[in-house]
């Protein structure tokens, strides 16, 4: 009988390519990975890896190995869940990775509707992009990541996990007041010459703002890299920069800031699970209060949105209002 824990390191390496990468993953020494494999070995009764320069490739029979692996992990989830469902008890500990620009409108809402649908629940928030999500939550480490996709990069999920779409994020055109007539009559191309503040590379965001400038028909150029975003807008509040950001992330731009909404798809905000483990109960209910939340939001968007301090309402941007939903 195959070795589960050992079929999911071959799957990582797989995907991840370097042993020293696997152990980091899992917490543990390359020494114990490669132990591991030559264990998972003696069960398949043929070799799994090769040498290759430095580091190890996986042969035809590892390949096949390490695809096999997901279904048989949707299984044992499903299986798992099966067993937990049957007392009904929504209660412990669950891990909600989520990304940071969806801290404020997805997680701390979360947080404060288990606590009154179900106490017993015990949801810790850790803060993860979705490069940093999918892993952990592949690696048992999450249980759920709140995390976004690009439609129009055609990103294809992440193996192993099953999305549930929550709601849509327009992006944002963010630049100084004295720009905004410019873009009003030629669009994004009249910014060709300007600076732009981009998310660092790699990452999602940052192709994203390629991709609309290069669709006006100019490659940006990229003078600052702001990991938060928000904070970017500081940058073009000074007059020499411009960007493009989530609308979520737009709901306070400072003085000499214009937002602007593009048209066309953004990004959508998703919850992710381990495939097989949504009927787990603490992981249907914390997605039934997630898609209850956020379908009331789609209904009536103006309950959403962010508002100025002291309540004044949504923060408007010119072609309609800036606020998370």
């Given at each position: 009988?195959l070795?589960?824990k050992?079929?999911v390191?071959l799957?990582d390496l797989?995907?991840h390519?370097?042993?020293?990468?696997?152990?980091?993953?899992?917490?543990?020494?390359?020494?114990?990975v490669s132990?591991?494999?030559?264990?998972?070995?003696?069960?398949?009764g043929?070799a799994?890896?090769?040498?290759?320069?430095?580091?190890?490739?996986?042969?035809?029979?590892?390949?096949?190995?390490?695809?096999?692996?997901?279904p048989?992990?949707?299984?044992?989830?499903?299986?798992?869940?099966?067993?937990r469902?049957l007392d009904a008890?929504?209660?412990?500990?669950l891990?909600v990775?989520?990304?940071p620009?969806?801290?404020?409108?997805?997680a701390?809402?979360l947080?404060a509707?288990?606590?009154?649908?179900?106490?017993?629940?015990?949801?810790?928030?850790?803060?993860a992009?979705?490069e940093?999500?999918?892993?952990?939550?592949?690696g048992?480490?999450?249980?759920?990541?709140?995390?976004?996709?690009?439609?129009?990069?055609?990103?294809?999920?992440?193996?192993?996990?099953?999305?549930?779409p929550?709601?849509?994020?327009?992006?944002?055109?963010?630049?100084?007041?004295?720009?905004?007539p410019a873009?009003?009559?030629?669009?994004?191309?009249?910014?060709?010459?300007?600076?732009w503040?981009?998310?660092?590379?790699?990452?999602?965001?940052?192709?994203?703002?390629?991709?609309?400038?290069?669709?006006?028909?100019?490659?940006?150029?990229?003078?600052?890299e702001?990991?938060?975003?928000?904070?970017?807008?500081?940058?073009?509040?000074?007059?020499?920069?411009?960007?493009i950001?989530?609308?979520?992330l737009?709901?306070?731009?400072?003085p000499?800031?214009v937002?602007r909404?593009?048209?066309?798809?953004?990004?959508?905000?998703?919850?992710?699970v381990?495939?097989?483990?949504?009927?787990?109960?603490?992981?249907?209910?914390?997605?039934?209060?997630l898609?209850?939340?956020h379908?009331?939001?789609?209904?009536?968007?103006?309950g959403a949105?962010p508002?100025?301090?002291?309540?004044?309402g949504?923060?408007?941007?010119?072609?309609?209002?800036?606020?998370?939903?």
């Amino acid at each position: 009988m195959l070795d589960v824990k050992r079929m999911v390191l071959l799957r990582d390496l797989a995907q991840h390519g370097r042993v020293t990468a696997v152990a980091e993953l899992h917490g543990v020494t390359p020494s114990a990975v490669s132990q591991q494999l030559r264990a998972l070995e003696a069960e398949a009764g043929a070799a799994l890896v090769e040498r290759e320069g430095r580091g190890l490739r996986l042969t035809a029979a590892g390949s096949a190995l390490a695809a096999a692996c997901e279904p048989v992990l949707a299984a044992l989830e499903r299986a798992e869940g099966a067993v937990r469902a049957l007392d009904a008890d929504v209660s412990g500990e669950l891990a909600v990775g989520c990304a940071p620009s969806a801290l404020a409108t997805v997680a701390a809402p979360l947080v404060a509707e288990l606590a009154v649908r179900h106490p017993g629940l015990r949801p810790r928030i850790v803060q993860a992009d979705p490069e940093e999500a999918v892993p952990l939550l592949r690696g048992r480490r999450l249980d759920l990541a709140v995390t976004y996709a690009y439609p129009l990069l055609g990103a294809p999920p992440a193996p192993g996990t099953t999305s549930v779409p929550l709601f849509e994020d327009p992006l944002c055109l963010a630049l100084p007041e004295a720009l905004a007539p410019a873009y009003e009559r030629d669009g994004l191309a009249a910014l060709r010459r300007s600076e732009w503040v981009s998310a660092p590379a790699p990452g999602s965001c940052r192709e994203m703002l390629l991709h609309a400038c290069r669709n006006a028909g100019f490659t940006p150029r990229i003078a600052h890299e702001c990991a938060d975003l928000r904070a970017g807008l500081w940058i073009v509040a000074t007059g020499q920069a411009v960007s493009i950001l989530p609308k979520l992330l737009c709901d306070a731009p400072p003085p000499g800031t214009v937002v602007r909404e593009l048209p066309g798809p953004g990004r959508t905000l998703q919850a992710l699970v381990r495939a097989g483990s949504e009927s787990r109960p603490a992981v249907a209910a914390t997605l039934a209060a997630l898609t209850a939340r956020h379908a009331l939001h789609a209904r009536d968007p103006r309950g959403a949105g962010p508002v100025r301090p002291g309540g004044r309402g949504p923060v408007t941007g010119g072609r309609g209002p800036v606020s998370g939903r």
